[in-house]
């Protein structure tokens, strides 16, 4: 019963900012990651920013110093905080969590809904 929900998409202006939330529920033993990807019309998904459990980030060369991943483990949530936006950070925004419940101590990845965030003036 483990599930992912993201909030905080929407419309931004070019140089603008937003910030993203997921928030993981259900009975959950443990969450080893957590990361954001995003989609556009026609292209691959990316991952452009993964956190752990311990605070360690990691980040894609196209978001490195505008966007800053975050976590709060007591609320098994994670934030990605977009700033300097761009058109082409336009894209549909997937938050994915390494996921352990407590009906099964082994960790297997869930995946969010999507949140849209369109860049645009």
């Known amino acids: 019963q483990v599930q992912l929900v993201e909030s905080g998409g929407g419309l931004v202006q070019p140089g603008g900012s937003l910030r993203l939330s997921c928030a993981a529920s259900?009975?959950?033993?443990?969450?080893?990651?957590m990361a954001w990807y995003r989609q556009a019309p026609g292209k691959q998904r990316e991952l452009i920013a993964v956190i752990t459990s311990g605070g360690s980030t990691d980040y894609a060369d196209s978001v490195k110093g505008r966007f800053t991943i975050s976590s709060d483990n007591a609320k098994n949530t994670v934030y990605l905080q977009m700033n300097s936006l761009k058109p082409e950070d336009s894209a549909v925004y997937y938050c994915n969590a390494d996921v352990a419940p407590y009906s099964d101590y082994r960790y297997k990845f869930y995946w969010g809904q999507g949140t849209q965030v369109t860049v645009s003036s």
């Open positions: 259900g009975s959950i033993f443990g969450i080893n990651t």
